[in-house]
């Protein structure tokens, strides 16, 4: 089975700051991952497919990277708006995974 | 749109089932994969397993298998999800979502969520 490490699991920035989180895969998975957004009380909201595809309707300040083993997600210029759980997906090989997710505060 | 509607809240002592409904609209029912993922209060979120509701078929992630059950009603455009033998640990929201292909790509759009909480 396919481990999802990601780092860190809380982290603090202020307005303005560019943040980025952390995914690793224990073993290769090309560009198969997913990123989240997910709000206190809500269901997950997509953000990026295929590592760095964004979805439609998501800020420009949302970016993502990486390939093989080790994936980011990037938030320039954070917003009061984007203080939120952020969660990987790998969807290489059966089971699928998750990341243990980043709770993103503003200071 | 595409939509999923779950079924409500549930409260279940230690041992029994639960089987939870996700209602598809908005797109051809058989034609996508639907996940099934859960997310224990303040945990990350867990895969459980998938169904081809244009089929039969299903997956299951190895910490379910066989306490698990995905069925679907392709009549009301519907999957299921039942868990046998309950315990506290099972406490958690459980959301469906849809695939974007047969199986092999990321779940998206997700349903709204169902609190399942195991209690006696």
């Known amino acids: 089975d396919i481990q999802m490490t990601q780092s860190p699991s809380t982290l603090s920035a202020s307005v303005g700051d560019r943040v980025t989180i952390t995914c690793r895969a224990s073993q290769s998975i090309s560009k198969w991952v997913a990123w989240y957004q997910q709000r206190p009380g809500k269901a997950p909201n997509l953000l990026i497919s295929?590592?760095?595809t964004l979805e439609s309707g998501v800020p420009s300040r949302f970016s993502g990277s990486g390939s093989g083993t080790e994936f980011t997600l990037t938030i320039n210029s954070l917003q009061a708006d984007d203080s939120a759980t952020y969660h990987c997906h790998q969807y290489s090989s059966y089971p699928f995974s998750f990341g243990g997710g980043t709770k993103v505060e503003i200071k | 749109q595409v939509q999923l509607v779950q079924s409500g809240a549930e409260v279940k002592p230690p041992g029994a089932s639960v089987k939870l409904s996700c209602q598809a609209f908005g797109y051809t029912f058989t034609n996508y994969y639907v996940h099934w993922v859960r997310q224990a209060p303040g945990q990350g979120l867990e895969w459980m397993g998938i169904?081809?509701?244009?089929?039969?078929?299903?997956g299951y992630a190895p910490k379910f298998q066989g306490r698990v059950s995905m069925t679907k009603d392709t009549s009301t455009s519907t999957v299921y999800m039942e868990m046998r033998s309950l315990t506290s640990e099972d406490t958690a929201i459980y959301y469906c979502?849809?695939?974007?292909?047969?199986?092999?790509?990321?779940?998206?759009?997700w349903g709204q969520g169902t609190l399942v909480t195991v209690s006696a």
């Open positions: 979502a849809r695939d974007q292909l047969r199986g092999n790509s990321w779940p998206d759009p």
């Open positions: 295929h590592a760095s």
């Open positions: 169904i081809n509701p244009g089929g039969s078929s299903t």
